[in-house]
């Protein structure tokens, strides 16, 4: 079974000051999926606090870690750039499908810098801050998950 790891990154939620809606919804589809998650871990909006985190999940067994937040074009949105120092190589149709479904329901999708990308044997998948569009990204992705998962543990047999 795969485990995931959901990180929620938002100053608000890590201070107290806002409830974390986004975190708990993925942990909720990744659960439906059969997954067994850790998290949400809540951390502020800073690019070594969102690293540091993406790190230990990544390197403490976690074969796929969702983060929330900080992919917009605010000024302490830096998860896309904290997520790029740790990965080793992005996986750009990961967000192509997620802005492709997000497109659907909104024109601002096109605003999202979310990553993803692959460190060791871990996907790492930045999607958006709100409910909607975190949920949206994740379920127009989950398609994809299984075999991209297996991949990353060595599985290249095509059928």
């Known amino acids: ?55 230990k999940a990544a390197d403490g067994g976690s074969n796929l870690v969702i983060t929330t937040g900080g992919t917009g074009l605010g000024p302490r949105d830096v998860t896309p750039q904290a997520t790029a120092t740790v990965i080793d190589y992005d996986v750009p149709g990961i967000t192509e499908l997620m802005r492709r479904a997000g497109l659907e329901s909104t024109p601002m999708a096109a605003l999202t810098r979310g990553i993803a990308g692959v460190r060791g044997q871990t996907l790492v998948i930045n999607v958006p801050g709100s409910p909607k569009g975190a949920m949206q990204s994740l379920e127009a992705v989950m398609p994809v998950l299984e075999h991209a998962l297996a991949l990353l543990r060595g599985d290249t047999k095509h059928e």
């Open 1 to 55: 079974m795969n485990l995931a790891h959901v990180i929620t990154i938002s100053d608000g939620a890590s201070h107290g000051k806002r409830e974390d809606k986004s975190g708990p919804a993925l942990v909720g589809i990744l659960y439906a999926n059969q997954y067994d998650v850790t998290g949400p871990e809540v951390v502020p909006d800073e690019r070594d606090r969102i690293a540091a985190a993406i790190t």
